[in-house]
């Protein structure tokens, strides 16, 4: 079975342009998480949905993040301008809602922000 | 909020010498209790879960983990280390009221031959 699929693995732009990260969740899971990791702050929750709906988007750093899931299979992350301070590794997961904790990550999408 | 701490940051072990990774948790009521397993440009796998229960729970790989409500800690061990063992290992903390995770820090675990 496939596993959570995120594209682009790697991503170079440079200050001030839009991001655009993409996750396709395992199908059946129907909750989704946007976790980004980075050296200073370790592994820190972005935004999660459940059946599409945004949850808890408390994690989001600040309004140049944005996040949409419009069904159930696909899921963006928005980062727009960026800022050389957002450079980290992007990750999403999933889970079936009844089943806590059982997160499911992506390989990551790395940003850098030149 | 419920917040878990990996004391270790790095950790060194010698193949086939056993493992005791650290993490302690803070949370009022009982904890779900989870560790996770980043290898290098991976995503992170769930080892083993403890939501009640047998306070010794098994994982995959050969780990164990074991809940002391105690000493408010959840550390994961292995009997002997394999080379392949060579990773990031996160422990993570959950509730009942939601379904997203809290994760530490992280401790990255070198093994010599």
């Known amino acids: 079975d496939a596993g959570v699929i995120q594209s682009p693995r790697h991503e170079v732009t440079e200050m001030g342009q839009e991001v655009t990260l993409r996750c396709k969740p395992i199908s059946g899971h129907n909750s989704l998480f946007w976790y980004r990791q980075t050296m200073m702050r370790g592994l820190e929750l972005l935004i999660y949905?459940?059946?599409?709906?945004?949850?808890?988007d408390s994690g989001m750093p600040e309004d140049r993040f944005s996040a949409k899931m419009p069904n159930a299979s696909f899921s963006t992350l928005k980062i727009q301008p960026s800022e050389p301070r957002d450079s980290a590794v992007y990750f999403c997961?999933?889970?079936?809602?009844?089943?806590?904790?059982?997160?499911?990550f992506g390989e990551g999408s790395r940003l850098t922000v030149l | 909020a419920q917040s878990v701490t990996q004391p270790d940051i790095h950790i060194t072990v010698s193949e086939g010498a056993s493992l005791e990774l650290r993490c302690n948790y803070s949370y009022g009521a009982t904890p779900y209790l989870f560790w996770y397993v980043q290898s290098p440009g991976q995503g992170l796998q769930l080892l083993l879960k403890y939501f009640s229960g047998d306070t010794l729970v098994q994982g995959i790989k050969g780990f164990e983990a074991e809940f002391k409500r105690s000493q408010s800690s959840f550390n994961l061990r292995k009997p002997s280390v394999h080379w392949s063992d060579a990773a990031e290992y996160f422990c993570a903390v959950g509730s009942n009221s939601g379904y997203a995770l809290n994760f530490g820090k992280g401790t990255s675990l070198l093994v010599t031959p």
């Open positions: 949905f459940n059946n599409n709906v945004p949850i808890d």
């Open positions: 997961a999933s889970s079936r809602r009844q089943v806590t904790g059982e997160l499911f």
